[in-house]
Structure formats: structure tokens, C-alpha cells
């Protein structure tokens, strides 16, 4: 079983960014397909980047134009970059695979002040 364990969360003002980090124990190659979640206090967890075999990525509305996702499979690692964050943009941070749901790690607090 793959884990995964988030990081390079933190604490940043509106404005700023952040890159994150998800190193697998495993090949992330033969999982086909990864994402960033995030669950902010309250609410539910939710999708908001994804990438693809073949590089595609999608992102959720909210995100778009702001976050980009990426991989290294030869780390095991996936990435998020995060730029001109925003308040609304704290939550805990997770990854996982896409298509197939592995076991969730610990996750990684990002908080935004205004």
C-alpha cells in the first residue's frame, strides 16, 4: 500500500504562495492519476487539482489560474504551487490518487490572513 505524506504547508498572507509537496512510499507512476484535496473547517473535502497519465491537469474553478499542479515520478513526488493566495484558501491540504483513493495522510495546514 502506497502512503503519502503531505508538506510545506504554513502560514502566509493573502497575497502570497506556498508550494507543497506529497512524497509517496511507493510508485506514484502506476497509480495513473493524482490530486490535491482540501478540507477547510466545516466543510467538506473537496477536489482541486488533478493530473493525469499524459500531464493533463484540471483544476477546480475556484484554483484556476492560481494553483498549478505537478508530478516527479522519478521522486515519487507530487506538487502544488500555490500563488496569490487568498483567505478562503485555508484549509487542510491533502493528496491523493484520483482515480483510486489510497489511505489519507496526515495532511498539510495552509492558513491565508487577510
Known amino acids: 500500500q502506497v502512503q503519502l505524506v503531505e508538506s510545506g504547508g504554513g502560514l502566509v498572507q493573502a497575497g502570497g504562495s506556498l508550494r507543497l509537496s506529497c512524497a509517496a512510499s511507493?510508485?506514484?507512476?502506476?497509480?495513473?492519476?493524482m490530486g490535491w484535496y482540501r478540507q477547510a473547517p466545516g466543510k467538506q473535502r473537496e477536489l482541486v487539482a488533478s493530473i493525469v497519465s499524459g500531464g493533463y491537469t484540471n483544476y477546480a474553478d475556484s484554483v484556476k489560474g492560481r494553483f498549478t499542479i505537478s508530478t516527479n515520478n522519478a521522486k515519487n513526488t507530487v506538487y502544488l504551487k500555490m500563488n496569490s493566495l487568498k483567505p478562503e484558501d485555508t484549509a487542510v491540504y491533502y493528496c491523493n490518487g484520483f482515480y483510486r483513493l489510497l489511505a489519507w495522510g496526515q495532511g498539510t495546514q495552509v492558513t491565508v490572513s487577510a
Open positions: 511507493g510508485s506514484i507512476f502506476s497509480i495513473n492519476g
